[in-house]
């Protein structure tokens, strides 16, 4: 199935602070917008080096693990659907980590 990434906008924010980022996050998107997925553990088939963290939640490693991205998704009857829940550095994550905050967070609802 196709995937619709819901909260785009999120990430062109992140962008705009990490100008760095930006080729990363295109790479990402291009690999979206060709992803062809039915179950959650296809994500590792187009991004072997994501982390499925719980039945919905993925976290993505962008840019040379630089950047994550934490998502939830939804398989529906004709759609993928991540939702951003959270951006940033590798850094930014590890203090999130640190707090176990990577399952619940959701700056972008």
């Known amino acids: 199935m196709k995937v619709h990434l819901i909260k785009w906008k999120s990430i062109e924010l992140f962008v705009e602070r990490h100008a760095r980022a930006k080729p990363s996050i295109e790479k990402f998107k291009t ?3 060709s992803a062809d997925w039915a179950v959650i553990n296809d994500i590792k088939q187009t991004f072997g080096s994501v982390d499925i963290i719980d039945n919905d939640r993925v976290i993505f490693n ?6 994550r991205l934490i998502c939830s998704c939804w398989f529906g009857p ?3 659907h991540l939702y ?4 940033g550095t590798h850094a930014e ?3 999130l980590c640190n707090q176990s905050l990577q399952y619940t967070i959701d700056d972008f609802s």
Do not use: F, H
């Open 62 to 67: 962008i840019g040379g693990n630089n950047y």
């Open 78 to 80: 004709t759609m993928v």
């Open 93 to 95: 994550y590890t203090k």
């Open 31 to 33: 690999s979206i917008k």
């Open 84 to 87: 951003v829940k959270w951006i």
